[in-house]
């Protein structure tokens, strides 16, 4: 069992940065695949970026690919999303997943084991 606490969501202004954090408790953490997804109102969850157990494998969506990174720290049970240049289409809840499978299987939302209560992330033009 996984639980996930995610942290650090709110307002910023186009271009800039912003860190999600999302602690994780669990005898499983350090064997579980983790990564990110968001969702707009009326519209279906989005796969955002996922990194393996180990930390040596990382995906991203094509959307974020060169301004998001996925770090994880596993003496302090964490795994970050750091966003940089962030753009109004950003705006999103994100979600903190985990899963007991690979990393490839985290890209669909049916692969996901676990699932944080999500932080709202709003960029202003």
């Known amino acids: 069992q996984v639980q996930l606490v995610e942290a650090g969501g709110g307002l910023v202004q186009a271009g800039g940065p912003l860190r999600l954090s999302c602690a994780a408790s669990?005898?499983?953490?350090?064997?579980?695949?983790m990564g990110w997804f968001r969702q707009v109102p009326g519209k279906e969850r989005e796969f955002v970026a996922g990194?393996?157990?180990?930390?040596?494998?990382?995906y991203y969506a094509d959307s974020v690919k060169g301004r998001f990174a996925i770090p994880r720290d596993h003496a302090e049970n964490t795994v970050y999303l750091q966003m940089n240049s962030l753009k109004p289409e950003d705006t999103a809840v994100y979600y903190c997943?985990?899963?007991?499978?690979?990393?490839?299987?985290?890209?669909?939302?049916?692969?996901?084991?676990?699932w944080g209560q999500g932080t709202q992330v709003t960029v202003s033009s």
């Open positions: 997943v985990a899963t007991q499978g690979d990393l490839i299987v985290l890209v669909n939302p049916v692969g996901v084991d676990y």
């Open positions: 990194i393996s157990w180990s930390g040596a494998s990382t």
């Open positions: 669990g005898r499983t953490f350090s064997s579980a695949a």
